[in-house]
Structures are given as C-alpha cells and as structure tokens.
Nanobody, 115 residues
Framework: QVQLVESGGGSVQPGGSLRLSCAAS????????MGWYRQAPGKQRELVAA???????DYADSVKGRFTISRDNVKNTVYLQMNTLKPEDTAVYYC?????????WGQGTQVTVSS
C-alpha cells in the first residue's frame, strides 16, 4: 500500500509560480509511475504530468514548457514545478502512484490562479 501526501497548493496571480510536493510512504523506485492530475469544477480529472521509475516524463499539451515534474528518490517525493500559471490552471491537483496492480491517489491540493 502507498500513502500519498500532497502539499504546496495555494492562490497565486497569473504569471506566478507554485511548487507542489507529493510525499510517498514507500520507496518510489518500486512504483511504476507517479504523476499529477487535476480536476477543475465541472470537468473530468485529467493528466497533467507523469514520471516513470526509469525517469521518463510526459506532459499534457496545455502545460508543456511551463510545468516540470521531478522526483527525489531519497525523500520519496515527487514535485510539480508550475511556472507562468494561468487562470485555466485553477483546479484541485491530485498526486497519483501507479503500481503494477493498484493505483493510489492523494487527497488533493487546491491551486487557484486569479488576479
């Protein structure tokens, strides 16, 4: 089993930056892939960025060039650096851990981009 604890959300003006953190309860190298999803009001949850245990990354087209996913294998933590934030980035952001058999989710952290 994996517990995921997110932090780093908040309110920011357009053009600002935030860094989200997701701390896992076990060695993230044993997890096939970890990622960040988001869900805005009235919309479906969507993939924002993902990173595999081998280090490969994937991003939604809407965040390419602005967001960066990374991980610290010693701290068992995955980060999402979000730059040049836009109002349309406003959503609850969820950390995700995909093992071979089970997918785990964090509790979510709110990101609000507004002037």
């Amino acid at each position: 089993q994996v517990q995921l604890v997110e932090s780093g959300g908040g309110s920011v003006q357009p053009g600002g930056s935030l860094r989200l953190s997701c701390a896992a309860s076990r060695n993230i190298l044993s997890i096939n892939a970890m990622g960040w999803y988001r869900q805005a009001p009235g919309k479906q949850r969507e993939l924002v960025a993902a990173i595999t245990s081998g280090g490969s990354t994937d991003y939604a087209d809407s965040v390419k060039g602005r967001f960066t996913i990374s991980r610290d294998n010693v701290k068992n933590t995955v980060y999402l650096q979000m730059n040049t934030l836009k109002p349309e980035d406003t959503a609850v952001y969820y950390c995700n851990a995909a093992t071979r058999l089970v997918t785990y989710w964090g509790q979510g952290t709110q990101v609000t981009v507004s002037s």
